[in-house]
């Protein structure tokens, strides 16, 4: 389907049916870990998520794209999260259907529950992954304020996937079903759940990427005839401490969305990339 192949048109289509939406500022926890996550948003299409247990590093969707932000030195770094389909084919792929599983059946209860402060109908549904079928309470609200929380994260969640995969959420999906509800999730099973929730004024320039996004195309010398004239010893070095960076990062970025990631550092790694870095900039 030609759809499937414009996200922003999508998007966009699909922001328009929502909410109008405010700024504001939300906590959520996640995982079996129960994580916590800090994410702010301006509006429907403007998402920073901060990383847990990362001062410096968040990531940034604005304008249909996705990007990672670090600090190393005091030195920003930037990364399009739309390159890494052309850069980790060895990625496995459930990590690219992480929020594309399968919704088989929904069934809304009699009961309500609050959550952050928000009461909201709870129903159960039964999903299946490569793993099987499972089965999960939901809690969903109409609330104004999840309304809006919900634009941005589930737009956050479609950027993110298709800057991973190429691809849409398919129309089956727990995702698909959650972002054509007309209310907004408080509480899934145990993979998520609302601890804090607030329609407030953002800072704009929290929202601004501090440097342009590295190139990786050009910083691996893709489609350019010169290259290997141009590329010295010392800068094939450089290139490939780029890559590790960017690997790290990648990784690093994905295991957090995925919220199964280790808060574990590998302290020997870090020194090394630290020193390469120092090449470039």
Not at 18 to 47: C, H, I, P, R, W
Not at 55 to 70: D, I, P
Not at 72 to 90: A, W
Not at 183 to 190: D, E, H, I, R
């Amino acid at each position: 389907m030609t759809i499937r192949k414009n996200v922003l048109i999508f998007i966009m289509g699909l922001v328009c049916t929502m909410s109008v939406s405010a700024s504001g500022t939300a906590s959520f926890q996640s995982g079996k870990q129960k994580q916590s996550t800090q994410m702010e948003y301006l509006d429907a299409n403007t998402v920073r998520i901060n990383m847990p247990g990362q001062e410096n590093s968040y990531l940034l969707s604005t304008e249909g794209k996705v990007y990672t932000v670090s600090y190393r030195d005091d030195r920003p770094i930037v990364m399009d999260m739309s390159e890494l389909r052309g850069m980790m084919s060895d990625m496995d792929e459930d990590v690219m259907d992480n929020f594309n599983e399968r919704l088989l059946h929904v069934k809304k209860t009699s009961s309500k529950r609050t959550v952050a402060g928000y009461t909201g109908d709870v129903y159960i549904i039964t999903w299946e992954d490569s793993k099987g079928q499972h089965q999960d309470k939901v809690v969903l609200s109409s609330h104004p304020y999840v309304l809006e929380f919900r634009d941005a994260w589930m737009t956050f969640l479609e950027v993110m996937h298709y800057s991973t995969s190429g691809e849409l959420f398919a129309e089956d999906s727990v995702a698909a079903f959650f972002q054509n509800q007309d209310k907004g999730v408080l509480a899934f099973g145990n993979e998520f759940q609302m601890t804090q929730l607030k329609r407030q004024k953002v800072d704009a320039t929290r929202f601004k990427l501090p440097v342009q996004p590295m190139k990786m195309s050009n910083l691996f010398g893709v489609n350019s005839p010169n290259s290997k004239h141009k590329q010295s010893q010392a800068s094939k070095s450089d290139n490939n401490m780029v890559m590790n960076e960017y690997e790290r990062q990648k990784q690093r970025q994905i295991n957090k969305v995925k919220n199964k990631s280790s808060r574990k550092v590998d302290k020997t790694i870090d020194k090394a990339v630290d020193k390469l870095l120092d090449k470039i900039f």
